[in-house]
Nanobody, 114 residues
Framework: QVQLAESGGGLVQAGGSLRLSCTAS????????MGWYRQAPGKQRELVAK?????SSNYADSVRGRFTISRGRNTVYLQMDNLRPEDTAVYYCNLVDTGANNYWGRGTQVTVSS
């Protein structure tokens, strides 16, 4: 059973930075696509960024140039710089394995004050 454990959320002022981490308990982590999604109150969950096993990444237009996704041995990171109040949301880690199965973390709250 795949388990994803997120950390790093919190409260920050606009213009500040946070770094989210997600550790996966999977043997084939290196072949999975990892991503970060977010869901603000009253809105649908949306893709923030994702990264393939080969290191290719893509970003939502709203965060490109401010957020950076990267991955280590069994962890994926989201460095968030120049945060804005509209970035406030619950951030979820996602993993898609080689069988196209989706797994989700429990989420971590990010709150950006103006």
């Amino acid at each position: 059973q795949v388990q994803l454990a997120e950390s790093g959320g919190g409260l920050v002022q606009a213009g500040g930075s946070l770094r989210l981490s997600c550790t996966a308990s999977v043997f084939t982590f290196s072949r999975a696509v990892m991503g970060w999604y977010r869901q603000a109150p009253g809105k649908q969950r949306e893709l923030v960024a994702k990264i393939t096993g080969g290191g290719s990444s893509n970003y939502a237009d709203s965060v490109r140039g401010r957020f950076t996704i990267s991955r280590g041995r069994n962890t994926v990171y989201l460095q968030m710089d120049n945060l804005r109040p509209e970035d406030t949301a619950v951030y979820y880690c996602n993993l898609v394995d080689t069988g196209a199965n989706n797994y989700w973390g429990r989420g971590t709250q990010v709150t950006v004050s103006s």
